[in-house]
Protein backbone atom coordinates (compact mmCIF):
# COMPACT_ATOMS: atom_id res chain seq x y z
CA UNK A 1 0.00 0.00 0.00
CA UNK A 2 1.87 3.69 -1.06
CA UNK A 3 2.20 5.51 1.69
CA UNK A 4 2.34 9.63 1.22
CA UNK A 5 4.36 9.99 4.84
CA UNK A 6 6.88 9.73 6.37
CA UNK A 7 7.46 6.79 8.91
CA UNK A 8 6.46 7.65 12.50
CA UNK A 9 8.97 6.57 15.49
CA UNK A 10 7.01 4.25 17.13
CA UNK A 11 4.68 0.88 15.99
CA UNK A 12 1.65 -0.45 16.71
CA UNK A 13 -0.08 -3.80 17.15
CA UNK A 14 -3.54 -4.82 16.37
CA UNK A 15 -4.70 -7.44 18.06
CA UNK A 16 -7.53 -9.35 16.00
CA UNK A 17 -8.47 -8.80 11.90
CA UNK A 18 -12.06 -8.59 11.77
CA UNK A 19 -13.88 -5.10 10.52
CA UNK A 20 -12.25 -3.07 13.20
CA UNK A 21 -8.75 -4.39 13.24
CA UNK A 22 -8.92 -4.36 9.45
CA UNK A 23 -10.02 -0.99 9.09
CA UNK A 24 -8.10 0.93 11.45
CA UNK A 25 -4.87 -0.98 9.62
CA UNK A 26 -5.78 0.00 6.60
CA UNK A 27 -6.43 3.73 7.30
CA UNK A 28 -3.42 3.36 9.87
CA UNK A 29 -1.00 2.36 6.69
CA UNK A 30 -2.49 5.12 4.48
CA UNK A 31 -1.13 7.96 7.10
CA UNK A 32 2.34 5.65 7.30
CA UNK A 33 2.30 4.31 10.86
CA UNK A 34 3.99 0.72 11.14
CA UNK A 35 1.94 -1.97 12.71
CA UNK A 36 1.59 -5.65 12.63
CA UNK A 37 -1.97 -7.60 12.92
CA UNK A 38 -1.91 -10.43 15.31
CA UNK A 39 -4.74 -12.89 14.40
CA UNK A 40 -5.90 -15.93 16.12
CA UNK A 41 -7.33 -17.63 13.17
CA UNK A 42 -5.54 -19.44 10.05
CA UNK A 43 -6.63 -16.50 7.58
CA UNK A 44 -8.67 -13.15 7.55
CA UNK A 45 -12.53 -14.29 7.51
CA UNK A 46 -15.94 -13.46 9.00
CA UNK A 47 -18.66 -15.60 9.44
CA UNK A 48 -22.54 -14.94 9.49
CA UNK A 49 -24.05 -13.80 6.40
CA UNK A 50 -24.72 -9.74 6.16
CA UNK A 51 -23.82 -7.36 7.85
CA UNK A 52 -25.77 -3.60 7.09
CA UNK A 53 -24.21 0.08 7.10
CA UNK A 54 -26.32 3.24 8.43
CA UNK A 55 -25.63 6.21 6.66
CA UNK A 56 -23.40 7.06 9.49
CA UNK A 57 -21.03 4.40 8.90
CA UNK A 58 -21.05 5.08 5.14
CA UNK A 59 -19.68 8.63 6.37
CA UNK A 60 -17.12 7.20 8.04
CA UNK A 61 -15.52 5.37 5.63
CA UNK A 62 -15.25 7.87 3.12
CA UNK A 63 -13.42 10.44 5.26
CA UNK A 64 -11.32 7.37 6.76
CA UNK A 65 -9.88 5.97 3.34
CA UNK A 66 -10.86 5.97 -0.52
CA UNK A 67 -9.78 1.71 -0.21
CA UNK A 68 -12.34 1.33 2.42
CA UNK A 69 -15.32 3.24 0.79
CA UNK A 70 -14.58 1.72 -2.62
CA UNK A 71 -14.30 -1.55 -0.98
CA UNK A 72 -18.04 -1.18 0.85
CA UNK A 73 -19.09 0.68 -2.46
CA UNK A 74 -18.56 -2.55 -4.50
CA UNK A 75 -19.95 -4.83 -2.20
CA UNK A 76 -22.70 -2.93 -0.89
CA UNK A 77 -26.76 -3.23 -1.87
CA UNK A 78 -29.19 -1.25 -0.51
CA UNK A 79 -32.86 -1.75 -1.51
CA UNK A 80 -33.70 -2.43 -5.03
CA UNK A 81 -37.06 -0.29 -5.14
CA UNK A 82 -36.16 3.60 -6.15
CA UNK A 83 -39.42 4.50 -4.31
CA UNK A 84 -37.28 2.48 -0.64
CA UNK A 85 -34.16 3.91 -1.17
CA UNK A 86 -34.64 5.96 1.63
CA UNK A 87 -36.37 3.54 3.90
CA UNK A 88 -34.24 1.40 6.30
CA UNK A 89 -36.85 -0.62 6.97
CA UNK A 90 -40.54 -1.03 5.72
CA UNK A 91 -42.01 -2.38 9.53
CA UNK A 92 -45.17 -5.06 9.54
CA UNK A 93 -46.67 -7.12 12.40
CA UNK A 94 -45.61 -10.22 11.74
CA UNK A 95 -47.49 -12.15 14.51
CA UNK A 96 -51.08 -13.67 13.77
CA UNK A 97 -51.51 -13.47 17.85
CA UNK A 98 -51.65 -9.68 17.44
CA UNK A 99 -54.86 -9.60 15.16
CA UNK A 100 -58.31 -9.02 16.04
CA UNK A 101 -61.16 -11.31 15.34
CA UNK A 102 -61.20 -10.15 11.79
CA UNK A 103 -57.39 -10.61 11.01
CA UNK A 104 -56.69 -7.02 11.21
CA UNK A 105 -53.74 -4.80 13.23
CA UNK A 106 -54.64 -1.78 12.59
CA UNK A 107 -57.74 -0.15 10.53
CA UNK A 108 -57.41 -1.56 6.98
CA UNK A 109 -54.14 -3.34 7.63
CA UNK A 110 -53.67 -7.27 8.02
CA UNK A 111 -50.96 -9.42 9.50
CA UNK A 112 -47.86 -8.79 6.81
CA UNK A 113 -49.50 -5.49 5.77
CA UNK A 114 -47.01 -2.97 5.58
CA UNK A 115 -47.58 -0.04 8.27
CA UNK A 116 -44.92 2.22 7.87
CA UNK A 117 -41.50 2.91 6.96
CA UNK A 118 -38.71 4.24 9.18
CA UNK A 119 -37.03 7.01 7.24
CA UNK A 120 -33.65 7.41 6.78
CA UNK A 121 -31.59 10.33 7.88
CA UNK A 122 -28.20 11.40 7.50
CA UNK A 123 -27.30 11.40 4.17
CA UNK A 124 -24.14 9.19 3.37
CA UNK A 125 -23.72 5.63 1.36
CA UNK A 126 -25.71 3.15 3.46
CA UNK A 127 -26.38 -0.89 2.50
CA UNK A 128 -26.42 -4.43 3.54
CA UNK A 129 -22.98 -6.05 2.02
CA UNK A 130 -21.68 -9.99 2.78
CA UNK A 131 -19.36 -10.25 5.21
CA UNK A 132 -17.01 -12.43 3.16
CA UNK A 133 -16.73 -10.55 -0.02
CA UNK A 134 -16.44 -7.33 2.43
CA UNK A 135 -13.42 -8.96 4.14
CA UNK A 136 -12.30 -10.15 0.71
CA UNK A 137 -12.37 -6.46 -0.65
CA UNK A 138 -10.61 -4.86 2.49
CA UNK A 139 -7.91 -7.30 2.09
CA UNK A 140 -7.19 -7.47 -1.17
CA UNK A 141 -4.16 -4.99 -1.30
CA UNK A 142 -2.80 -5.51 2.24
CA UNK A 143 0.79 -6.28 2.47
CA UNK A 144 1.42 -9.50 2.92
CA UNK A 145 3.99 -8.73 5.96
CA UNK A 146 1.29 -6.67 8.17
CA UNK A 147 -0.62 -9.64 9.50
CA UNK A 148 0.38 -12.61 11.23
CA UNK A 149 -1.87 -15.43 11.28
CA UNK A 150 -2.09 -18.66 14.33
CA UNK A 151 -1.53 -15.75 17.23
CA UNK A 152 -3.95 -15.87 19.95
CA UNK A 153 -2.52 -13.54 22.00
CA UNK A 154 -3.48 -14.52 25.73
CA UNK A 155 -1.73 -12.37 27.92
CA UNK A 156 0.20 -9.26 27.71
CA UNK A 157 2.99 -7.41 29.87
CA UNK A 158 4.84 -4.74 30.16
CA UNK A 159 8.43 -4.44 28.58
CA UNK A 160 10.98 -4.09 31.56
CA UNK A 161 13.90 -1.57 31.35
CA UNK A 162 11.55 1.22 31.66
CA UNK A 163 10.68 1.56 27.53
CA UNK A 164 6.74 1.47 28.47
CA UNK A 165 6.58 -1.07 25.56
CA UNK A 166 3.65 -3.75 25.98
CA UNK A 167 4.70 -7.62 25.08
CA UNK A 168 1.92 -9.55 23.54
CA UNK A 169 1.98 -12.93 24.61
CA UNK A 170 0.33 -15.78 22.03
CA UNK A 171 -0.73 -19.25 22.80
CA UNK A 172 1.57 -20.70 20.25
CA UNK A 173 4.34 -19.62 23.41
CA UNK A 174 5.88 -16.85 21.34
CA UNK A 175 6.20 -13.27 22.44
CA UNK A 176 5.79 -9.95 20.11
CA UNK A 177 7.10 -6.31 21.50
CA UNK A 178 5.38 -2.95 20.49
CA UNK A 179 5.12 0.63 21.41
CA UNK A 180 1.58 0.41 22.19
CA UNK A 181 -1.45 -2.12 21.76
CA UNK A 182 -4.66 -1.64 19.99
CA UNK A 183 -7.02 -4.72 20.98
CA UNK A 184 -9.77 -5.25 18.45
CA UNK A 185 -10.20 -9.29 19.50
CA UNK A 186 -13.95 -8.46 19.40
CA UNK A 187 -16.70 -9.54 22.37
CA UNK A 188 -14.42 -12.26 24.02
CA UNK A 189 -11.52 -9.62 23.88
CA UNK A 190 -8.66 -10.86 26.01
CA UNK A 191 -7.33 -6.86 25.79
CA UNK A 192 -10.50 -5.66 27.56
CA UNK A 193 -10.05 -8.46 30.22
CA UNK A 194 -6.92 -7.53 30.90
CA UNK A 195 -7.44 -3.66 30.53
CA UNK A 196 -10.24 -3.55 33.57
CA UNK A 197 -8.94 -6.55 35.73
CA UNK A 198 -10.23 -10.27 36.22
CA UNK A 199 -12.47 -9.39 38.83
CA UNK A 200 -14.03 -6.22 36.90
CA UNK A 201 -18.23 -6.66 37.34
CA UNK A 202 -17.87 -5.28 33.13
CA UNK A 203 -14.76 -7.39 32.11
CA UNK A 204 -16.70 -9.85 30.08
CA UNK A 205 -20.28 -9.81 27.82
CA UNK A 206 -23.56 -11.39 29.10
CA UNK A 207 -26.73 -12.95 27.70
CA UNK A 208 -29.37 -10.33 26.15
CA UNK A 209 -32.12 -12.41 26.59
CA UNK A 210 -32.39 -12.73 22.47
CA UNK A 211 -31.02 -14.87 20.40
CA UNK A 212 -31.23 -15.07 15.95
CA UNK A 213 -31.39 -17.89 13.26
CA UNK A 214 -30.09 -16.13 10.58
CA UNK A 215 -29.61 -17.72 6.93
CA UNK A 216 -29.66 -16.71 3.08
CA UNK A 217 -32.79 -17.47 0.37
CA UNK A 218 -31.76 -16.93 -2.64
CA UNK A 219 -33.90 -13.81 -4.23
CA UNK A 220 -35.20 -15.78 -7.54
CA UNK A 221 -36.94 -18.21 -4.42
CA UNK A 222 -37.97 -14.87 -2.45
CA UNK A 223 -39.48 -13.33 -4.65
CA UNK A 224 -41.32 -16.50 -5.76
CA UNK A 225 -42.36 -17.14 -2.26
CA UNK A 226 -42.99 -12.79 -1.15
CA UNK A 227 -43.46 -10.95 -4.66
CA UNK A 228 -40.82 -8.32 -5.30
CA UNK A 229 -41.69 -5.74 -3.52
CA UNK A 230 -41.40 -8.05 -0.07
CA UNK A 231 -37.87 -9.56 -1.25
CA UNK A 232 -36.26 -6.66 -2.81
CA UNK A 233 -35.99 -4.45 0.04
CA UNK A 234 -35.64 -4.24 4.01
CA UNK A 235 -38.47 -5.55 5.70
CA UNK A 236 -39.12 -5.76 9.38
CA UNK A 237 -42.21 -8.13 10.76
CA UNK A 238 -42.63 -7.47 14.49
CA UNK A 239 -43.84 -9.96 17.37
CA UNK A 240 -44.56 -10.71 20.49
CA UNK A 241 -40.89 -11.41 22.19
CA UNK A 242 -39.54 -11.78 18.48
CA UNK A 243 -39.16 -10.31 15.05
CA UNK A 244 -37.69 -10.87 11.77
CA UNK A 245 -35.82 -8.79 9.35
CA UNK A 246 -34.68 -9.16 5.88
CA UNK A 247 -32.50 -7.03 3.44
CA UNK A 248 -30.92 -7.74 0.51
CA UNK A 249 -27.41 -8.23 -0.23
CA UNK A 250 -25.08 -9.62 -3.44
CA UNK A 251 -26.68 -6.50 -5.87
CA UNK A 252 -30.14 -8.17 -4.69
CA UNK A 253 -29.32 -11.63 -6.06
CA UNK A 254 -29.59 -12.87 -2.09
CA UNK A 255 -32.07 -11.83 0.62
CA UNK A 256 -30.50 -12.34 4.39
CA UNK A 257 -32.57 -13.02 7.07
CA UNK A 258 -32.23 -12.64 10.46
CA UNK A 259 -35.07 -13.81 12.91
CA UNK A 260 -34.99 -13.04 16.29
CA UNK A 261 -36.84 -15.03 19.53
CA UNK A 262 -36.44 -14.89 23.38
CA UNK A 263 -35.35 -16.87 26.50
CA UNK A 264 -34.20 -15.91 29.91
CA UNK A 265 -30.83 -17.76 30.17
CA UNK A 266 -28.32 -19.74 27.76
CA UNK A 267 -26.30 -22.06 29.38
CA UNK A 268 -23.92 -23.29 26.35
CA UNK A 269 -20.60 -22.73 26.52
CA UNK A 270 -21.13 -21.90 22.73
CA UNK A 271 -22.53 -19.10 21.12
CA UNK A 272 -23.37 -20.25 17.96
CA UNK A 273 -24.70 -23.87 17.97
CA UNK A 274 -26.90 -25.92 15.83
CA UNK A 275 -30.69 -26.51 15.54
CA UNK A 276 -32.91 -28.02 13.60
CA UNK A 277 -35.72 -26.92 11.58
CA UNK A 278 -38.10 -28.37 13.13
CA UNK A 279 -37.30 -26.24 16.33
CA UNK A 280 -37.07 -22.94 14.60
CA UNK A 281 -40.55 -23.44 12.51
CA UNK A 282 -41.87 -23.97 16.34
CA UNK A 283 -40.49 -20.96 17.09
CA UNK A 284 -42.61 -18.96 14.59
CA UNK A 285 -45.17 -21.44 14.80
CA UNK A 286 -48.21 -18.61 15.94
CA UNK A 287 -47.09 -16.16 13.01
CA UNK A 288 -48.73 -15.07 9.96
CA UNK A 289 -48.26 -16.58 6.40
CA UNK A 290 -45.21 -14.16 5.46
CA UNK A 291 -42.88 -15.10 8.37
CA UNK A 292 -43.80 -18.74 8.06
CA UNK A 293 -43.04 -19.03 4.61
CA UNK A 294 -39.04 -17.13 4.83
CA UNK A 295 -38.54 -19.56 7.94
CA UNK A 296 -39.70 -22.44 5.71
CA UNK A 297 -37.45 -21.27 3.23
CA UNK A 298 -34.53 -20.95 5.41
CA UNK A 299 -31.60 -23.89 5.45
CA UNK A 300 -28.95 -25.32 7.68
CA UNK A 301 -30.20 -22.97 10.80
CA UNK A 302 -27.62 -22.21 13.22
CA UNK A 303 -28.89 -20.25 16.64
CA UNK A 304 -26.63 -17.38 17.70
CA UNK A 305 -27.20 -16.16 21.27
CA UNK A 306 -26.96 -12.12 21.15
CA UNK A 307 -24.94 -10.59 24.27
CA UNK A 308 -23.29 -7.53 25.17
CA UNK A 309 -20.65 -5.84 27.36
CA UNK A 310 -21.97 -3.67 30.70
CA UNK A 311 -20.51 -0.35 30.09
CA UNK A 312 -16.91 0.28 31.67
CA UNK A 313 -15.35 3.40 32.73
CA UNK A 314 -12.60 3.77 30.15
CA UNK A 315 -11.29 2.24 26.83
CA UNK A 316 -7.46 2.73 27.28
CA UNK A 317 -4.77 2.32 30.06
CA UNK A 318 -1.29 3.30 29.39
CA UNK A 319 0.01 2.26 26.35
CA UNK A 320 -3.00 0.18 25.20
CA UNK A 321 -6.35 0.76 24.30
CA UNK A 322 -9.74 -0.85 22.86
CA UNK A 323 -11.80 -0.76 20.00
CA UNK A 324 -14.71 -2.10 18.28
CA UNK A 325 -16.37 -5.13 19.43
CA UNK A 326 -13.83 -5.50 22.25
CA UNK A 327 -14.83 -2.12 23.93
CA UNK A 328 -18.88 -2.04 23.45
CA UNK A 329 -20.05 -5.19 21.84
CA UNK A 330 -23.62 -4.72 21.32
CA UNK A 331 -26.66 -6.67 19.97
CA UNK A 332 -27.44 -6.23 16.20
CA UNK A 333 -30.65 -4.24 17.04
CA UNK A 334 -30.06 -1.04 15.52
CA UNK A 335 -27.68 -2.40 12.93
CA UNK A 336 -24.96 -0.24 14.20
CA UNK A 337 -22.10 -2.74 15.88
CA UNK A 338 -20.17 -2.48 12.49
CA UNK A 339 -20.68 0.99 11.63
CA UNK A 340 -19.60 1.88 15.38
CA UNK A 341 -16.57 -0.29 14.54
CA UNK A 342 -15.94 2.17 11.67
CA UNK A 343 -16.03 5.25 13.22
CA UNK A 344 -13.61 4.01 16.13
CA UNK A 345 -11.23 2.96 13.39
CA UNK A 346 -11.78 6.67 11.65
CA UNK A 347 -11.76 8.63 14.91
CA UNK A 348 -8.72 6.11 16.11
CA UNK A 349 -6.54 6.47 12.61
CA UNK A 350 -7.05 10.46 12.42
CA UNK A 351 -5.54 11.08 15.91
CA UNK A 352 -2.69 8.84 15.34
CA UNK A 353 -1.72 10.53 12.19
CA UNK A 354 -1.21 13.40 14.48
CA UNK A 355 1.30 11.74 17.18
CA UNK A 356 4.73 12.89 16.66
CA UNK A 357 5.86 9.87 19.02
CA UNK A 358 4.61 7.27 21.81
CA UNK A 359 3.42 9.52 24.62
CA UNK A 360 1.32 11.14 21.57
CA UNK A 361 0.02 7.87 21.00
CA UNK A 362 -1.07 7.64 24.67
CA UNK A 363 -2.54 10.71 24.06
CA UNK A 364 -5.09 9.60 21.21
CA UNK A 365 -5.91 6.87 23.13
CA UNK A 366 -7.00 9.14 25.78
CA UNK A 367 -8.78 11.32 23.41
CA UNK A 368 -10.39 8.35 21.61
CA UNK A 369 -11.93 7.26 24.86
CA UNK A 370 -13.20 10.89 25.52
CA UNK A 371 -14.98 11.16 22.86
CA UNK A 372 -16.20 7.52 21.48
CA UNK A 373 -17.09 5.35 24.72
CA UNK A 374 -20.51 8.18 25.80
CA UNK A 375 -21.95 7.52 22.03
CA UNK A 376 -20.86 3.52 21.52
CA UNK A 377 -21.57 2.89 25.03
CA UNK A 378 -25.07 4.46 24.35
CA UNK A 379 -25.79 2.47 21.24
CA UNK A 380 -25.12 -1.00 23.40
CA UNK A 381 -28.06 -0.43 25.86
CA UNK A 382 -30.89 1.48 23.02
CA UNK A 383 -30.02 -1.62 21.12
CA UNK A 384 -31.30 -3.63 23.41
CA UNK A 385 -34.18 -1.71 24.27
CA UNK A 386 -34.76 -1.63 20.07
CA UNK A 387 -34.95 -5.09 20.38
CA UNK A 388 -37.40 -5.18 23.16
CA UNK A 389 -39.54 -2.89 21.04
CA UNK A 390 -39.62 -4.81 18.13
CA UNK A 391 -40.61 -8.15 20.25
CA UNK A 392 -43.65 -5.87 21.97
CA UNK A 393 -41.79 -6.00 25.37
CA UNK A 394 -41.35 -2.20 25.23
CA UNK A 395 -44.30 -0.45 24.64
CA UNK A 396 -46.38 -3.81 24.16
CA UNK A 397 -47.47 -4.28 21.05
CA UNK A 398 -49.05 -0.47 20.92
CA UNK A 399 -48.50 0.11 17.39
CA UNK A 400 -48.82 4.17 17.72
CA UNK A 401 -46.31 4.43 20.07
CA UNK A 402 -43.61 2.37 18.00
CA UNK A 403 -44.16 3.85 15.51
CA UNK A 404 -43.51 6.88 16.73
CA UNK A 405 -40.03 5.83 18.45
CA UNK A 406 -39.26 4.27 14.95
CA UNK A 407 -39.29 7.98 13.67
CA UNK A 408 -37.02 9.27 15.87
CA UNK A 409 -34.68 6.61 17.93
CA UNK A 410 -31.67 6.54 15.18
CA UNK A 411 -31.35 9.86 14.11
CA UNK A 412 -28.78 10.47 16.85
CA UNK A 413 -26.88 7.12 15.28
CA UNK A 414 -27.60 8.49 11.11
CA UNK A 415 -26.95 12.11 11.96
CA UNK A 416 -23.41 12.18 13.67
CA UNK A 417 -20.97 15.07 12.95
CA UNK A 418 -17.86 13.05 13.18
CA UNK A 419 -15.83 15.83 11.73
CA UNK A 420 -17.36 17.45 14.73
CA UNK A 421 -16.20 14.92 17.19
CA UNK A 422 -12.67 14.43 15.73
CA UNK A 423 -11.88 18.02 16.32
CA UNK A 424 -13.16 17.60 19.93
CA UNK A 425 -11.12 14.49 19.91
CA UNK A 426 -8.09 16.49 18.62
CA UNK A 427 -8.85 19.24 20.81
CA UNK A 428 -8.62 16.85 24.29
CA UNK A 429 -5.74 15.61 22.81
CA UNK A 430 -3.41 18.81 22.84
CA UNK A 431 -4.04 18.82 26.44
CA UNK A 432 -3.39 15.81 28.00
CA UNK A 433 -1.02 15.20 30.93
CA UNK A 434 0.42 11.94 31.05
C1 LIG B 1 -26.32 -11.78 14.63
C2 LIG B 1 -25.55 -10.50 14.44
C3 LIG B 1 -25.94 -9.61 13.44
C4 LIG B 1 -25.27 -8.38 13.29
N1 LIG B 1 -25.69 -7.52 12.34
C5 LIG B 1 -25.12 -6.31 12.25
C6 LIG B 1 -25.58 -5.36 11.29
O1 LIG B 1 -26.47 -5.62 10.49
N2 LIG B 1 -24.97 -4.14 11.26
C7 LIG B 1 -23.96 -3.82 12.11
O2 LIG B 1 -23.45 -2.68 12.05
N3 LIG B 1 -23.47 -4.70 13.01
C8 LIG B 1 -24.04 -5.92 13.10
N4 LIG B 1 -23.57 -6.82 14.01
C9 LIG B 1 -22.41 -6.44 14.84
C10 LIG B 1 -21.10 -6.59 14.07
O3 LIG B 1 -21.05 -7.88 13.50
C11 LIG B 1 -19.89 -6.38 14.99
O4 LIG B 1 -20.04 -5.15 15.67
C12 LIG B 1 -18.56 -6.34 14.22
O5 LIG B 1 -18.46 -7.41 13.32
C13 LIG B 1 -17.41 -6.39 15.22
O6 LIG B 1 -16.19 -6.35 14.55
P1 LIG B 1 -14.81 -6.44 15.34
O7 LIG B 1 -13.74 -6.44 14.31
O8 LIG B 1 -14.75 -5.41 16.42
O9 LIG B 1 -14.87 -7.84 16.10
P2 LIG B 1 -14.86 -9.30 15.44
O10 LIG B 1 -15.57 -9.31 14.15
O11 LIG B 1 -15.31 -10.22 16.50
O12 LIG B 1 -13.33 -9.57 15.12
C14 LIG B 1 -12.40 -9.91 16.12
C15 LIG B 1 -11.20 -10.56 15.47
O13 LIG B 1 -10.21 -10.79 16.47
C16 LIG B 1 -9.77 -12.14 16.41
N5 LIG B 1 -9.40 -12.51 17.80
C17 LIG B 1 -10.25 -12.75 18.82
N6 LIG B 1 -9.55 -13.02 19.95
C18 LIG B 1 -8.25 -12.92 19.62
C19 LIG B 1 -7.04 -13.08 20.35
N7 LIG B 1 -7.05 -13.39 21.67
N8 LIG B 1 -5.85 -12.91 19.71
C20 LIG B 1 -5.82 -12.58 18.39
N9 LIG B 1 -6.95 -12.42 17.64
C21 LIG B 1 -8.13 -12.59 18.25
C22 LIG B 1 -10.94 -12.93 15.86
O14 LIG B 1 -10.52 -14.14 15.26
C23 LIG B 1 -11.52 -11.93 14.86
O15 LIG B 1 -10.90 -12.03 13.61
C24 LIG B 1 -24.18 -8.06 14.15
C25 LIG B 1 -23.75 -8.98 15.12
C26 LIG B 1 -24.43 -10.19 15.26
C27 LIG B 1 -23.96 -11.17 16.32
Not at 29 to 51: K, Q, R, S
Not at 329 to 358: F, N, R, W
Amino acid sequence: MASNTAKKPFDLAIVGGGISGLGLAIALLEHGIDLTIYEAAPHFGEIGAGVAFGPNAGRAMQQMSPKIYDAFITCKTGNQHESKHNSWFTIRVGDARRADKDGFVRPGKKVGDALFDCTLSGGGGRGGVYRAQFLDELVKDLPEDVAKFDKRMVDMTEAGHGSGDMVLHFADGSTAQHNAVICCDGIKSKGRIWLLGQHHPAKEAFFSGKYAYRGLIPMDEAIELLGEEVAQNSQMFLGYHGHLLTFPIQKGKTMNVVAFNSRKTWDDDKWVVTTSKEEMEADFAEWGGHVQKIVGAMQKPDIWALFMHPPCETYTKGRVCLLGDAAHATTPHQGAGAGMCMEDSYIMASLIKEAQDVDDVQRAFRAFDQVRRERTQKNVTTSQEAGMMYDFELYGDDLDKIEESYQNRMRWIWDIDLEAQLREAKEFMKNVKL
